[in-house]
């Protein structure tokens, strides 16, 4: 789907140029394109690297494990189906966690690893169970508390307070996340109903 | 109104100074590990380099011909009268498609609009609080063997909905 999306801007752009006579716009464009991706890339290592750092010291610190344990009890009443002490749930939890402080990297294994976990508990079938819907919904709505490269691009552009964002998107985020459970609570229910 | 903008202005700053004094409290060799982590900033910084560029040439291409704004103008009545704005219409589409993508389309609304512009707010937040639903639904399914997704797919989808309406929301609150 990237695939026919990216092909078709850019065939479409270059079509158009040459019906609207902007061609030179266009040569121009390719080139700085290119020259700001990488300018960006470049801005992004500053806060990259800054966040990373710190979140490692509080994976050490057993800060990261800490915060899990401390959602567990708020998390246990979206997965009826997990048992209490099931590793899905550490996984689950950890994936979250990992999620809100924006380690994408850190997030994926564990969530692949809580799916594992939750396809075991559905008897290894090939279908998808109501918890691995849940985890997707919640997975798909973003957790983001601190959306580290957003602020980077805002800092790369010079905005006079880069930071302002976080409230915002911590706000748009938490609404996004609810809306997330309650449209795959709606769908759960409407799934029994029809039996 | 003010609280929100001193959540902003704080949570960073207490979030490290948590991290580092609770880090140093557990002995934690807190320096050598910040730049063990640090170093996988790198890696991730370098390794989009490619993504970026094939991108935000192609938008680049698709606005220097004129293209773009032909389609906003096609599009504007539409999303103006549901309160959308049509230079955040191609971001929102491409959001739950692609990750990498969508940062490209971030950088070049903020660079074109401007960083403390409207647009230009309302294209970070929605970066920041929404996510790549195809990807996370292909890779998660994808690595187990799930073949029935169920309703996951309309769910994803529905919830990338309810961020879209709610950084609009939250955004022209905040800002405006």
Same mark, same amino acid.
């Given at each position: 789907?990237?695939?026919?999306?990216? %092909?078709? =801007?850019?065939?479409?752009?270059?079509?158009?140029?040459? %019906?609207?006579?902007? =061609?030179?716009?266009?040569?121009?464009?390719?080139?700085?394109?290119?020259?700001?991706?990488?300018?960006?890339?470049?801005? !992004?290592?500053?806060?990259?690297?800054?966040?990373?750092?710190?979140?490692?010291?509080?994976?050490?610190?057993?800060? !990261?494990?800490?915060?899990?344990?401390?959602?567990?009890?708020?998390?246990?009443? !979206?997965?009826?189906? %997990?048992?209490?002490?099931?590793?899905?749930?550490?996984?689950?939890?950890?994936?979250?966690?990992?999620?809100?402080?924006?380690?994408?990297?850190?997030?994926?294994? !564990?969530?692949?690893?809580? =799916?594992?976990?939750?396809?075991?508990?559905?008897?290894?079938?090939?279908?998808?169970?109501?918890?691995?819907?849940?985890?997707?919904?919640?997975?798909?709505?973003?957790?983001?508390?601190?959306?580290?490269? %957003?602020?980077?691009?805002?800092?790369?552009?010079?905005?006079?307070?880069?930071?302002?964002?976080?409230?915002?998107?911590?706000?748009?985020?938490?609404?996004?996340?609810?809306?997330?459970?309650?449209?795959?609570?709606?769908?759960?229910?409407?799934?029994?109903?029809?039996? | 109104?003010?609280?929100? #903008?001193?959540? +902003?202005?704080?949570?960073?700053? @207490?979030?490290?100074?948590? @991290?580092?004094?609770?880090?140093?409290?557990?002995?934690?060799?807190?320096?050598?590990?910040?730049?063990?982590?640090?170093?996988?900033?790198? *890696?991730?910084? @370098?390794?989009?380099?490619?993504?970026?560029?094939?991108?935000?040439?192609?938008? +680049?291409?698709?606005?220097? +011909?004129?293209?773009?704004?032909?389609?906003?103008?096609?599009?504007?009545?539409?999303?103006?009268?549901?309160?959308?704005?049509?230079?955040?219409?191609?971001?929102?589409?491409?959001?739950?498609? #692609?990750? &990498?993508?969508?940062?490209?389309?971030? +950088?070049?609304?903020?660079?074109?609009?401007?960083?403390?512009?409207?647009?230009?707010?309302?294209?970070?937040?929605?970066?920041?609080? &929404?996510?790549? &639903?195809?990807?996370?639904?292909?890779?998660?399914?994808?690595?187990?063997?799930? *073949?029935?997704?169920?309703?996951?797919?309309?769910?994803?989808?529905?919830?990338?909905?309810?961020?879209?309406?709610?950084?609009?929301?939250?955004? &022209?609150?905040?800002?405006?």
């Amino acid at each position: 789907m990237v695939n026919y999306i990216w %092909v078709s =801007m850019t065939v479409i752009g270059l079509v158009f140029a040459a %019906v609207n006579g902007t =061609m030179a716009e266009v040569n121009e464009a390719i080139f700085t394109g290119a020259k700001e991706a990488v300018t960006l890339c470049i801005g !992004l290592i500053s806060i990259l690297v800054f966040w990373l750092g710190m979140m490692k010291i509080a994976e050490e610190a057993g800060l !990261l494990a800490k915060l899990s344990q401390l959602c567990r009890p708020l998390v246990k009443g !979206l997965f009826p189906e %997990v048992p209490k002490d099931h590793p899905a749930m550490g996984y689950i939890l950890s994936n979250m966690v990992a999620n809100m402080f924006g380690l994408g990297n850190a997030a994926t294994p !564990l969530g692949i690893k809580a =799916m594992e976990e939750l396809k075991r508990l559905n008897g290894g079938k090939d279908s998808a169970s109501r918890s691995m819907i849940t985890f997707l919904a919640i997975n798909t709505s973003s957790l983001t508390l601190i959306p580290t490269t %957003v602020i980077a691009i805002r800092m790369n552009y010079n905005s006079a307070s880069p930071t302002d964002i976080v409230g915002p998107t911590i706000i748009a985020t938490l609404c996004s996340t609810i809306g997330a459970i309650m449209i795959d609570r709606y769908f759960y229910y409407r799934r029994s109903r029809k039996g | 109104m003010q609280m929100i #903008s001193a959540i +902003s202005l704080w949570f960073i700053p @207490v979030l490290i100074g948590f @991290v580092l004094i609770y880090g140093t409290i557990k002995q934690v060799p807190t320096y050598e590990s910040f730049v063990e982590g640090g170093r996988e900033g790198i *890696k991730i910084a @370098v390794s989009i380099i490619p993504f970026l560029i094939g991108m935000m040439v192609a938008i +680049s291409v698709f606005r220097a +011909s004129g293209a773009l704004d032909f389609l906003m103008d096609f599009i504007r009545p539409g999303m103006e009268m549901v309160g959308i704005p049509p230079e955040i219409v191609p971001l929102a589409i491409i959001r739950p498609i #692609s990750g &990498t993508a969508a940062l490209g389309m971030t +950088s070049d609304i903020i660079g074109v609009y401007g960083p403390d512009s409207f647009i230009g707010r309302l294209a970070a937040v929605l970066q920041g609080s &929404t996510d790549t &639903t195809f990807y996370v639904l292909t890779v998660y399914f994808g690595a187990v063997g799930i *073949k029935k997704m169920g309703d996951a797919l309309k769910v994803g989808l529905l919830a990338d909905l309810v961020g879209i309406v709610a950084a609009i929301v939250v955004v &022209t609150v905040v800002f405006s």
